[in-house]
Structures are given as structure tokens and as C-alpha cells.
């Protein structure tokens, strides 16, 4: 590993520039030798209470002069190699180095440190924990090497070196893009948490309840980072759908009270959001999904006060960071057949003017109480087939002796009524016709719903029933409605929604790189779970933005995948 320059402070050095690699400073090399002569040819000479000059060459760590941004480092630090251009006097290094941790609130302590002169070299001063363990993955450090300290000779560095830094806890993210990573321009994406009421945990159809300490974990990592800007929530954080047939969805409460009863179950997991709310150093932002499209924002900033929010229609949303209008983030399930929402099939039906649920919350309620997983995606036929028939559900579907019963149980988005899974399914009627008591004309209305819902390139109900069905499908409507949609100027674009980590890469229009990621998910039982997106945008223009695909562990972080695009702006 090359040997990382210190920046010296202001007022040790001329000009406070960069010291130690011969040719890394020669303009100014050139021009104290310059003036040395001239001093020389003068006759003039250096007072004798002047402090030799020893220099600092070289530190194994990269620093930063300023507290408010230290210097990232991207790999596990456990000794930190001091290079000095003389060789040391032993009996000064005694209190020569001093490493404090920082805390948020600025406040320091000191590190109880081990400081030896390098047997091999006596010019390098090596700096560890006296118990050898590493330093502390996420936290900031001070280090101040003393004046007081001499080389054999006696002479000092002049004045006391301060550089602030720290051991980045995304040590997966170290590469070309982020080694000399110093300020925060990290975009932390993360998708389909789920959270549930104490009856989902408890009952066991709940899909989020053995992750939830790696979570917390997670957003503490996420706090403490200095190289995040923004952590943004795609969709699904809060879970209204997942209940079975017979169960009441909200538990009997109002709206805001059952999401309130979810914020208290899962207490720890919204203090974390909160304290990284609070701390104001990264910018947190939620992002509607479909299992949380009627959380309003007065409930979201009820329990997550200051928290941004991305809302662009009803029960949707979707997030460019400022500056990135390139980047692209939302749910998914806007172009989703069965998870978009529907303010048009049971208008008449419900006893609330904006109410939005679309087929997928009474798919979603049957296969909580049939599969036991919340998801009966067979259960659905192709709608495009007329006319649908019973037979068609029956084949798919075991759930003989309750087909008519009136079970399913919603007390939700104004649905006062409860239902049988056979008010789904189209029936003839006396008169030979085919009727359905819900969501009638679903097929022949989802172009108006597509207008409603901002979908910016149509798709066919076929389309979007493939959308609901196939998880390629979802994916590549990143391509359909941004890639190949000659007004859209997006590059990268983020999905959560099918629960699959994904990241492809493809063109655009243009011919442009672009990039497609789906953030996956946190729930207890996907095959690949707590998994995250990470946007590294470039240092300069011209660099390559960065995309990776993490998986997280309490006892490390996974790469799973990672592509590159050049944005010129």
C-alpha cells in the first residue's frame, strides 16, 4: 500500500501544502532552495532560536485537516505508520502521538495507545491499540503527533499536526472511485423492510421479525458513516396488506392508530431512522411501495418528524437526489398490474372517495391465510382471457368448502364489507352475461389508472399482468420507461418491490451506459436478504459513478455486485 500524504496545517509549512514525496511539491522545493541561496549569497543566516525542521513524510492513514470532513479510509486500520524524515530520539515519543475518537456531538477520548520506533526503520513511529484490536469500523478519530517530540538531532516538526480521519465501515466499497473519498456523496438505497403489528409477529405470517436487530445494526453502521449523503427508503417500510382472510387488517383501530401500532412494535428500528434524522448529516427519504400506499405523510412524519418524502401521485413516489438527475429511484409497482393503485375499479363500492387499493392487497390476504407466505400470485388468472371462469381460480386455488364464504376480512380504504374469494372471480349471471362484484372493468380501465398513476411510457394489461407475475418483467421496465424512453434523461434507475437483488447494465437511446438495480429486500425468508444499493457518484467530471449491490451481516458486508457508468454533466 502506498503510503497516503498528510496535509500539514496551516502556518507549519510554506504555504501548508503537501509534504514528503520528493517531486510531489517541486515548485516549492525549488523555490525555498531559491531562497536559501539568496539568504546564503546575502550574508544573512538563520537565528539560532530557530526550530530545526523535521518533516512529516508520510502517514499510513489519509487525513484531513478539517474535523467536519475527515478523511475516509477504506480498509481495516489496526497500525498507523508514522514516516519522519529524520531517525527519532527515543526518549522524546513517550507523549509524542495522541489518537482521540470523536463523537457526534464533537467530544473527544483518548485511545489508550502502544507508540514504538520501528525496529527497522528508525525514522517510522508505529501507533495501535495496546489491546491490538482494530480501530473502530464508522467512528472518527483525531491524531496529533507533538511538537515535542526530536530526532536525534533535536529537531521538531515546529508545531503540533492535527488530522482528523476515520475507519469507513463499508470496507467493500473501497476502490479507485472512493479511496480518496472525503466528503459525503454516498447514496444509500434499501427496500421492502416490511415492518408489522405485534399480531403478524406474533401469528407468524408477519415476513420481518428475525432481521430486525441487524437492522438497527445497520442504521447505526449507516449514522456513524462520514462518506453517506443519503440513505432513501424504497417503498414497502410499513406493511397495511399482510394479514389472513379472517383477520381484521387494521386490527380495529384508525389508520394513523395502526401505524402507530407498528412504530411501536418496532421501536428500535425507528429510533435508528430518527437518530439519522435528528443528526441532520445524512438527508433520509421515503419512498411509497404498495404494501404501504396509504400511509400518508402526516402519519410518516408523525413518526419520523423531518424525514423527506417522495410522493408523486396518489400511493406512489419517485426520488432524483439534488444534483442527480440522472438517478432515478421508486418502488416499482407503478407499472404493476395487480400492486398499482386502483382509484377506478371500486369507486362505488367503498365508502372513501380516494380509496386506492388495487387486486393485490385480497391476493396478498389469501395467500397469508393459504400459503402462508402472503403471496398467491397463482391465484390470479390472466384477466385478458374472456370470460374468466371459476374454474380457472378453482384449478389454482385450494380452497374448497370456503370459496363463497364470506371471510376475507379488509376494515381498510373504506372497505366496510367482507367478502368471499368468489367476488373476485367473473360469473354468469342469469341472463347468460359474465359480472364480478369487485374490481369490475379492471382490464378495460388500466389505461385511464396508467394516466392516474403517471406512468410515463404505456404499457398493455398483458404487459403489466406480466409486470405482477414475472419478475423480469418488473425489471425491465427500468429499460421501458427510462432507458428507451427518448425524454427521459435518467441513467441510473433503482427498483425494490419483487424482493430479488439485481443489477444490470444495458444503453440507452443514445447509446448511453446506463444501469438498472434492484435494491431486494430485509424480510426474514428471502433466499438473499438484507441486501442494499450504493451510489458513488464521481469526484470530478468525466469520473465514473459507481453502483454497487451489498448484502449485510452483522459480522461483515458482501459485494454482490458492482457496474460502472461515465456521466458527463
Not at 502502544?114 to 478519530?141: F, M, Q
Not at 453517506?228 to 387494521?250: C, K, N, Q, S, Y
Request: with cysteine; aromatic share 8%.
Amino acid at each position: 500500500m502506498t503510503p497516503a500524504i498528510l496535509t500539514v496545517p496551516t502556518g507549519t509549512y510554506p504555504d501548508s501544502r503537501k509534504v514528503g514525496h520528493i517531486g510531489g511539491n517541486m515548485k516549492t522545493s525549488a523555490l525555498l532552495l531559491l531562497l536559501l541561496s539568496i539568504i546564503t549569497l546575502s550574508g544573512c543566516s538563520s537565528s539560532s532560536t530557530d526550530t530545526p525542521a523535521m518533516k512529516v513524510v508520510s502517514t499510513s492513514v489519509t487525513v484531513s485537516s478539517k474535523a467536519e470532513t475527515p478523511a475516509v479510509n477504506n480498509s481495516e486500520i489496526r497500525t498507523i505508520a508514522l514516516t519522519f524524515s529524520e531517525k527519532l530520539d527515543a526518549n522524546s515519543i513517550a507523549d509524542g502521538v495522541k489518537l482521540y475518537k470523536v463523537n457526534a456531538a464533537g467530544d473527544m477520548t483518548s485511545e489508550n495507545c502502544l507508540i514504538n520506533i520501528d525496529p527497522a526503520a528508525p525514522n517510522i513511529l508505529n501507533v495501535s491499540k495496546k489491546d491490538g484490536t482494530r480501530l473502530t469500523l464508522g467512528e472518527k478519530y483525531k491524531l496529533v503527533i507533538s511538537s515535542k517530540m526530536k530526532s536525534g538531532s533535536g529537531a521538531t516538526i515546529g508545531n503540533d499536526f492535527v488530522g482528523y480521519f476515520s475507519a469507513n465501515y463499508l470496507t467493500n466499497l473501497a476502490g479507485a472511485a472512493t479511496a480518496e473519498l472525503s466528503a459525503r456523496s454516498i447514496i444509500i438505497c434499501i427496500s421492502d423492510i416490511h415492518l408489522g403489528d405485534k399480531r403478524s409477529i406474533d401469528g407468524g405470517y408477519g415476513w420481518f421479525n428475525k432481521n430486525r436487530e441487524a437492522l438497527v445494526s445497520f442504521l447505526t453502521q449507516v449514522r456513524v458513516a462520514p462518506n453517506v449523503r443519503e440513505l432513501v427508503i424504497a417503498g414497502d417500510m410499513f406493511d397495511e396488506w399482510l394479514a389472513p382472510m379472517a383477520t381484521d387488517t387494521l386490527n380495529g383501530l384508525t389508520q394513523s392508530g395502526f401505524v402507530d401500532s407498528i412504530a411501536t412494535e418496532n421501536q428500535a428500528i425507528i429510533d435508528a431512522f430518527n437518530s439519522i434524522i435528528k443528526e441532520g448529516k445524512i438527508k433520509v427519504t421515503y419512498v411509497t411501495g404498495n404494501h404501504d400506499m396509504q400511509v400518508t405523510s402526516v402519519d410518516v412524519q408523525r413518526i419520523l418528524p423531518g424525514i423527506s418524502e417522495a410522493r408523486d401521485a396518489q400511493g406512489l413516489g419517485a426520488y432524483s437526489p439534488l444534483d442527480h438527475p440522472e438517478i432515478l429511484i421508486e418502488h416499482g409497482h407503478r407499472y404493476d398490474f395487480y400492486n398499482a393503485p386502483d382509484p377506478i375499479s371500486n369507486s362505488t363500492i367503498t365508502t372513501y372517495k380516494d380509496a386506492i387499493l388495487p387486486l393485490g392487497f385480497f391476493v396478498t390476504k389469501i395467500g397469508a391465510s393459504i400459503l402462508g407466505i402472503g403471496s398467491a400470485a397463482g391465484f390470479v388468472p390472466d384477466p385478458t382471457i374472456a370470460p374468466w371462469s371459476e374454474n380457472q381460480y378453482m384449478a389454482q386455488l385450494p380452497v374448497t368448502g370456503i370459496f363463497n364464504s364470506k371471510i376475507i376480512n379488509t376494515g381498510i380504504d373504506g372497505y366496510t364489507d367482507v367478502y368471499s374469494v368468489s367476488d373476485l372471480i367473473p360469473h354468469k349471471t342469469p341472463d347468460g352475461s359474465f359480472d364480478v362484484t369487485l374490481y369490475k372493468g379492471v382490464v378495460s380501465t388500466w389505461p385511464l389508472r396508467q394516466m392516474k398513476n403517471k406512468v410515463p411510457v404505456k404499457i398493455t394489461p398483458t404487459d403489466a399482468i406480466k409486470v405482477g407475475l414475472i419478475m423480469a418483467d418488473l425489471d425491465a421496465q427500468a429499460t421501458t420507461q427510462y432507458f428507451q424512453n427518448a425524454d427521459s434523461v435518467k441513467r441510473i434507475v433503482v427498483f425494490g418491490h419483487s424482493h430479488i437483488p439485481l443489477m444490470l447494465a444495458a444503453t440507452n437511446t443514445k447509446l448511453e451506459q446506463t444501469i438498472y438495480a434492484n435494491s431486494g429486500t430485509w424480510i426474514d425468508n428471502a433466499t438473499t436478504s438484507m441486501t442494499f444499493v450504493a451510489i458513488i457518484p464521481p469526484q470530478t467530471n468525466g469520473s465514473a459513478t459507481d453502483v454497487k449491490l451489498y448484502q449485510y451481516s452483522q459480522t461483515g458486508i458482501t459485494a454482490l455486485d458492482s457496474k460502472s457508468v461515465t456521466i458527463l454533466k
